[in-house]
């Protein structure tokens, strides 16, 4: 299981593939996971915002949990999988816990109960009921999707919960990560992908970025450089990316990037689940043309 000194790196949360009829493609996932497991990345999350949660049963999460330990296993990989368990039911967040946790999983990602917009006592409590299963937990803080906000007083006492390894901040900009990192907290990962390098700048110990799932070894070259001192290396690849990755999300996650995939042949289709839309033709293009102005391969 992970512990703090894990929580460092590029983690990419991955996309659930599905055939036409909208089955899940456990073909193309098995390929598309055997092909991110040749990078050298620290953790794999399945079942996040990019996974597409809220239309994807617990029982294809279930197998797409053993499915991601066995390819690891025989390539003899030993990549971290993450498990989203987050829900806005304190029960049911604490029982799909219980479950990962007997699965395998090495640390549950568990979001800000969403719709519900609970008081931030509650807030605290459903982070304490959740860390008792004794598996590691990372907070995932994304406000703009769960209608609630974290305070830092709230989120610091939620990170001293022994169980509590780190933090994923998508809270869209630098404040929290900066006033964080004025105390003596747990480190926090990057889920804001186009605040990754200036998020590396304040103090963040990685990142949990979607749009690494194309370009990944430039990603893993961004933090590396950083983390051996090269903050304008970092930054100067970066910024090649930059483009690419303000279209990924111009549309919601994960259209754009399952197209891409397609693309790139590492799944089928890009057939996502309603209220899910695919990418636009406009975006694709836009996309493409993207990509060949880099001048890198997808």
């Known amino acids: 299981m992970l512990n703090e000194q894990h929580v460092h790196g590029i983690f990419i949360p991955v996309i659930t593939p599905f055939t036409h009829d909208n089955q899940l493609d456990i073909h193309s996932y098995r390929n598309y996971i055997t092909h991110l497991a040749t990078y050298d990345i620290q953790g794999l999350v399945i079942n996040g915002t ?3 949660s809220p239309t994807v049963s617990w029982d294809e999460v279930k197998l797409m949990i053993q499915a991601a330990q066995d390819i690891l296993a025989n390539m003899h990989k030993n990549i971290p999988v993450i498990v989203g368990t987050g829900t806005n039911d304190t029960n049911l967040t604490v029982s799909r816990t219980e479950s990962a946790a007997e699965l395998g999983a090495d640390a549950a990602l568990v979001v800000t109960p969403y719709y519900s917009r609970p ?8 982070f304490r009921r959740v860390s008792q299963v004794g598996i590691p937990v990372i907070v995932y803080e994304i406000p703009a999707r769960t209608g609630t906000r974290i305070l830092v007083d709230t989120l610091r006492r939620i990170m001293e919960i022994e169980e509590v390894i780190g933090l994923k901040d998508s809270s869209g900009g630098l404040d929290l990560l900066t006033t964080l990192k004025q105390y003596d907290t747990k480190p926090i ?3 804001e992908d186009a605040y990754f390098h200036a998020m590396l700048c304040k103090g963040a110990a990685g990142g949990m970025l979607a749009s690494a799932n194309i370009h990944t070894q430039h990603f893993i070259e961004v933090y590396q450089r950083f983390a051996a001192g090269d903050q304008n290396g970092s930054g100067g690849i970066f910024s090649m990316l930059e483009s690419m990755i303000h279209l990924l999300f111009e549309e919601p996650v994960p259209a754009p990037l399952k197209w891409l995939l397609a693309q790139q042949g590492v799944i089928a289709t890009e057939q996502v ?4 839309m695919p990418a ?18 997808i």
């Open 189 to 191: 990962l990057c889920g």
């Open 50 to 52: 990019t996974g597409e």
């Open 273 to 276: 689940r309603l209220p899910l």
């Open 280 to 297: 636009t033709d406009r975006l694709k293009q836009r996309l493409m043309d993207s990509i060949s102005h880099l001048k890198l391969p």
């Open 119 to 126: 008081t931030q006592e509650g807030i605290l409590e459903h």
